[in-house]
């Protein structure tokens, strides 16, 4: 029997010809390609953007040769449940037209500014890609920065005459478009480009803030071959993700317009306020991860989807998304409801292993920004402490305090800081009271510090799990 060999992506496994490009996408990072050219790949399949986009590689080594290798096609596959169903598929992604490499070829890069079918700029270049560099220049061949190349891309834009462009960044930081806006019109400044440029900047290109959100564990190692085997290719860059996405994206309605993506079925939005949507995140997201991590581990559970096949702890995580989250987020009940039932679904993913030990990293300031205000909020609406969250800061306390079988993990000044008041008697006051944990003073909440002692000695002498089946029971006639 003669022995088939796979072949690597290839242009015979094209289905379809090349668009116009119309997006310039800075970052080949597992990010985009399953969050950004999938949604243009649903587009186009659909005929309602018809566009290809161009990938330029933001750093001097990247993954852009392999995928010119594979005529830059590669494969998402998404594996998860959404809407109550599993979902198993995987589609091989035809919207790139080519790479730019500006640090061997950067010519080709500013030439980029010459396509006039070209309209949208996305990138995800990290949180640390959105900063200025004191030390780009025009005239570098390219600039360090991502802010710095994207200035001189826009000048060279400006130059020609030509429109500008709708700019859209995925970094992971609060108001990126804003951000990224602000250092682009520093360069300028910095580099004595001129006011007309200036003023073309801030009337001619649409700055975009946004909220991204899909889950996107990457290149599936260890299942690989199995997929190679299945599907007839070998694919370096095959790339996983969870069914579920958001898009939010703050700006004008007109660019739904031009970027269709409700129109193809994604869950994009497109408003003037992005905050109620990354509240909404962070609290029934992030929230319910940083609640569940101290308390189910205390408890001898390790993962996140061990935690939603748990009686107990489903029904916790299930009533503070319900009685503590949702009230104290300003949206529309019925909407954060399906968004709640949708992170349950992602919680329970059975091809995800979401170990409660990685979410449990640097817990402090994960508390801080996750829960703090989601507790502030609820405390001022309802005159009462949100007890599940209490539970979560009164274990997280047991744990920083050594008296747990697994160590705490975080950063240098906050174990310090635990390591001088955890042996000392009025323990439980300091933490609570240390402002460099909290933002503020948290014994000035009155009652709190009583309430989390007693939540410490339930823990303490009944353990984790009857306090929670302490809490669930309050709710039951």
Known sequence: MVEVK??????SFRTKEKLPTKVIQFGEGNFLRAFVDWQIQQMNKQGIFNGGVKIVQPLANGMTPILDEQDDLYTVLLEGKLNGEKVQKHEVIEDINGTIRPYEDYQSYLDLAKDDNIQFIFSNTTEAGISYN??????????????????????????LGKKGFQIIPCELINHNGNELKKIVLRYAADWKLGTDFEKWIDEENNFYATLVDRIVPGYPRERAAEFEEEWGY????????????IFVIEGDKKLENLLPLKQAGINAVVTED????????????????TTM????????IETVGEVMKDRDFYKFVNDEM????IPTVTLPQDELATYAEGVKERFENPFVKHELSSIALNSISKFKARLLPTFKRYYDEKGQFAQRITLALAAYLKIYAGEAEFEPSDTADVMEAFTVIKEKPDYLHLALSNEIFWGEDL?????LEDLVKHDLKVINELGARQAVQNI????EV
């Open 234 to 245: 070998k694919d370096k860059l095959m790339v996983k993700a969870e069914p579920f996405l």
């Open 322 to 325: 319900y009685e503590e989250i």
């Open 293 to 300: 991590s101290p308390i189910a581990r205390l408890a001898g």
């Open 472 to 475: 669930n029971s309050q709710g």
């Open 443 to 447: 014994t000035k909440m009155t009652g």
């Open 6 to 11: 796979i072949q690597q992506l290839n242009p």
């Open 134 to 159: 004191p030390a780009d220049q025009l005239e570098d061949k390219p600039q360090n920065s991502y802010p710095g190349k994207l200035t001189a891309l826009l000048y060279e834009r400006f130059k």
């Open 274 to 289: 992005m905050q109620p949507y990354r509240n909404r995140k962070v609290s029934l997201l992030n929230g319910p991860h």
